[in-house]
């Protein structure tokens, strides 16, 4: 005996474009995050601390990989949960 799968219909197929078009974007923003802190890491300046030993150098993409994580997590949270998608 065969079966035969129904017919996709044409609005769960814009709702799934929609879905892959969202999570496109999202990884693309994520990606931009990350290569800014890289940018930053390779030409951006140093944050320098004076203390009573002597001058401190930290570099900057340490700050900024901290709010890069932060980000991350803000824009994978909302751009990859798909509530309606049952």
Known sequence: MA?????????????????VVSEVWTSLAISVIWLVVLVDALFGPDLIVNNASGFTKLPSAIFLAVFAWLATRVVAKYGFDHPDDA
Do not use: L, M, Q
């Not at 079966?3 to 879905?19: K, L, Y």
């Open 3 to 19: 079966t035969a799968t129904p017919p996709v219909t044409s609005g769960s197929r814009e709702r799934r474009a929609r879905f």
